[in-house]
């Protein structure tokens, strides 16, 4: 029972995923491992539960979400919503959160909300239709400069597709830091001389952009940076 | 020079205060030539590389926000082409206003560029070198030097040299569309005031009448197509003069954040490919905000040209300390001269100290170094001006300058609608119509429809037409208003010239309609609240509040200016 647990385990991992529907599960087990398990793809979710039951104990089992079946690894519901809120860009609703997760609504709105407690996940602004806009923190432990440094050039990148000029209230937006960190982490770059602040142009943007930009201790206000030695 | 002496100097003129380039054409600036030196130099390397090999395309892009000194950049270019041994024209354009005719408006803005003096000590215009150059390399026997100085005297010196010249040349080696371009320039140009007059109202493609001209240059019966074909004929003209004398033009973009409107990418698009593919021995470079530049490529210009732009791609990285430190040296030395810097009562590098770590926009530098020169010298905290102060100041700059301008502002009749629009309506519609020059207000309760027709065209076709759709709009707006707006320096020639033109006028006052002609003065005013308008949007005009933070002046306060200061302007 372990053993075929242990395997199971190990390659939902190694496809980083806490769980797959029920056609990718075949596919990810294989004949061998098929027939071990005494499966078939044309079985009955009562089968396949039954089976998994017999051999994996609670280590996998099959699980309703919505109206799909999945097969997933036995973690805490809050572990789904972890798992894909650091795989969604920020920000997003709850809705593409708890979307396709093997959770039925109580359950998820329950996870949901304990994370949002706990300060991983938060709430960053609202949309003009008054959805949440939701970003994950991560855990509380302190980065390191150099960590969050990579991390807002992999957001520059992303948010810049290729530009070299980027608004700083949508690298505010995208990374979902607490200002603090933000601002500390754009005084480091301009420090090393990785980026230049400019002034930009407000008249083109809302005031709660304006209000997301840069306010160095001199009272100047930065509205976007540019990568220094881009494409060099 | 004594500490005390060197406080008043630096409160009697504060080197710090102004961060703008201003006036490109004004030579008087202080700058550093390290801050941005790669940019400078790449376009420079550029402008040689056109005057060696004029059938190249070659073009720049210069990305950089605001405050990162692209205005600067701009005029240090302007005097290293227009000096030394291989010195070429100069033309520093705007994107058009609307979207029609962009070649007419290419060949009045660079003629315009053209008209400016040549570098420092010239006194003559870039035609004229150019002229001069052109008889040099025909072998008319003088020399540059003292053709221009002929020229300088309305040819009154040398007058049998000149004659010759009229007589001879012929510049049988030009292409033929070039041959009346330089005969213009070498037979009429150099002439009396009058002549030299019409000679540059022609050049820039008016249809002025035409008392020492040829009939055969005579445009008042073009149509608006045709005088677009012959501007795009004349810009080549233009670009095989240069080569044909081995000198190059640079024709900078600037303020290209004020394309808007589909049109506007298209007439833009349309400008920069033909100067690229087509105008000979001319290096366009276009100068965009960062951000901006990704719209530009999404408003679909042509590929090939955003290649060649992008070929020789300069983004503008600020300054690093060392740069910050001699750029305040500077512009101290400047006031105070090598014995005051020796008498100066603290070291210049004080007054970055609370310049951040890294690099910095010149803005920036100079912002912070200027508060903490004003610590220094114990002026009074900055009384917190409100924007709409600020605006107050910086126009009663422009207005001091009016004596000045007057004497040479070329026509710019966009000024004229952008303004009217921009107090009618405030800045939601500004731009967005293709005809920038008809401003139509409905009806509303008991007040009557109003049309306003801006004349953005100084050709007799191009008035009849605007007439007549006057006409034609107050028979379908019974009690409606129309005013045909112009600048009245270009004067309507009384019968019995222009006669259908001078018909038109007459039922158009018959009916009801408002002449509108602005003197010079006026006009010129309406141009500098254009001119205004363009900075505000563009970020350039700033206040400082009461945390002695620069802040833009918005164009709310403008708004607000321009009500207040042109309400009943738009009365006869």
Redesign the interface.
């Known amino acids: 029972m372990s053993e075929l647990a242990g395997l199971i385990e190990a390659r939902l991992r190694n496809k980083q995923k806490l769980f797959v529907s029920r056609t990718e599960f075949f596919k990810l087990l294989g004949s061998g491992l098929c027939r071990t398990l005494g499966v078939t793809p044309k079985d009955s979710v009562v089968r396949l539960g039954a089976a998994l039951q017999s051999h994996c104990g609670d280590r996998v089992r099959v699980v309703q979400g919505g109206r799909a079946f999945y097969v997933t690894l036995n973690v805490p519901d809050d572990a789904y919503l972890r798992d894909k809120a650091q795989r969604l860009t920020s920000p997003f609703t709850p809705a593409q959160l708890v979307l396709n997760l093997p959770l039925s609504k109580v359950r998820a709105a329950s996870a949901l909300t304990r994370i949002l407690a706990s300060g991983e996940l938060i709430c960053i602004g609202v949309r003009s239709d008054f959805i949440p806009l939701l970003s994950w923190q991560g855990q509380t432990e302190p980065k390191s400069v150099e960590e969050d440094a990579q991390a807002f050039q992999r957001a520059f990148n992303e948010i810049g597709q290729g530009?070299?000029?980027?608004?700083i209230h949508r690298l505010r937006a995208h990374l979902g830091w607490e200002r603090d960190r933000f601002d500390r982490i754009l005084?480091e770059?301009?420090?090393?001389?990785r980026?230049?602040?400019?002034?930009?142009?407000?008249?083109r943007l809302s005031r709660v952009e304006l209000e997301n930009g840069f306010v160095?201790?001199?009272?100047?206000?930065y509205l976007?940076l540019?990568w220094?030695g881009?494409g060099r | 020079m004594k500490n005390n002496a060197v406080r008043q100097r630096l409160r009697a003129f504060n080197p710090l205060a102004s961060v703008a380039a201003g006036n490109p054409w004004d030579s008087r600036l202080i700058d550093l030539a390290a801050i941005n030196q790669a940019p400078f130099e790449g376009v420079k390397a550029l402008f040689r590389q056109a005057a060696q090999a004029p059938g190249e395309p070659l073009a720049a892009l210069i990305l950089g926000e605001v405050g990162n000194g692209k205005s600067h950049l701009v005029a240090r270019w302007r005097l290293a082409c227009q000096s030394g041994r291989k010195a070429g024209g100069f033309a520093l354009l705007t994107p058009p206003e609307g979207g029609t005719a962009p070649f007419c408006y290419l060949l009045r803005e660079i003629a315009d560029g053209l008209r400016q003096p040549m570098g420092q000590n010239s006194g003559l215009s870039t035609w004229h070198h150019l002229a001069a150059w052109l008889l040099v390399v025909e072998g008319q026997g003088k020399k540059e030097r003292s053709i221009l100085d002929d020229m300088r005297q309305g040819r009154k010196r040398g007058v049998r040299w000149w004659k010759g010249v009229q007589d001879a040349v012929s510049f049988d080696r030009l292409p033929p569309e070039a041959r009346s371009l330089a005969k213009v320039l070498v037979r009429w140009l150099p002439g009396s005031a009058s002549e030299r007059r019409e000679a540059l109202t022609w050049l820039r493609g008016e249809a002025r009448i035409l008392n020492h001209l040829p009939r055969r240059l005579d445009r008042s019966l073009y149509t608006v197509e045709q005088r677009e074909e012959e501007a795009r004929a004349l810009l080549l003209a233009l670009g095989a003069l240069f080569a044909h004398v081995g000198r190059p033009l640079l024709v900078c973009f600037d303020r290209m954040e004020e394309l808007r409107t589909p049109a506007q990418h298209a007439a833009m698009d349309q400008i920069v490919t033909f100067l690229v593919d087509r105008m000979a021995a001319t290096v366009p470079v276009v100068l965009a905000r960062g951000q901006f530049w990704e719209e530009l490529r999404q408003a679909r210009w042509n590929a090939q040209t955003v290649g060649r732009l992008e070929s020789n791609r300069h983004e503008l990285n600020g300054c690093a300390r060392a740069e910050a430190e001699l750029l305040v040296r500077l512009r101290l030395e400047a006031v105070l001269g090598s014995r005051g810097m020796e008498a100066l009562f603290f070291d210049p590098a004080v007054l970055l100290e609370r310049l951040p770590a890294g690099r910095n926009t010149p803005r920036v530098v100079l912002t912070l170094a200027n508060a903490r020169l004003r610590e220094l010298l114990d002026l009074p905290v900055t009384v917190p001006e409100t924007p709409r102060q600020r605006l107050d100041t910086v126009w009663e700059g422009m207005v001091r300058q009016l004596p000045e301008r007057l004497r040479e502002e070329p026509l710019r009749p966009e000024r004229i609608a952008q303004v009217l629009r921009l107090y009618l309506f405030g800045e939601q519609t500004s731009g967005e119509q293709e005809d920038s020059g008809w401003i139509e207000l409905p009806a509303t309760g008991s007040q009557p429809a109003w049309l306003w027709m801006v004349e953005s065209q100084f050709h007799p076709k191009a008035m009849i037409h605007r007439l007549e759709a006057g006409l034609e709009w107050m028979q379908h707006h019974p009690g409606g208003v129309v005013t045909y707006v112009r600048d009245g320096r270009f004067v309507i020639p009384r019968l019995p010239k222009w006669p259908e033109t001078n018909r038109v006028v007459q039922r158009f006052q018959e009916q009801g309609g408002r002449m509108l002609h602005l003197t010079p003065e006026r006009a010129l005013r309406w141009y500098l609240l254009g001119e205004l308008h363009d900075a505000v949007r563009c970020g350039e005009i700033t206040w400082m509040d009461g945390l002695n933070r620069e802040q833009p002046v918005g164009i709310a306060t403008l708004i607000e200016f321009l009500r207040s200061h042109f309400s009943g302007e738009t009365e006869g």
């Not at chain 1, 980026?195 to 008249?203: A, E, S, V, W």
């Open positions: 530009r070299n000029f980027v608004a005084r770059l301009q420090a090393e001389e980026i230049l602040l400019n002034m930009g142009d407000p008249t160095d201790r001199n009272g100047m206000r976007t540019n220094l881009f």
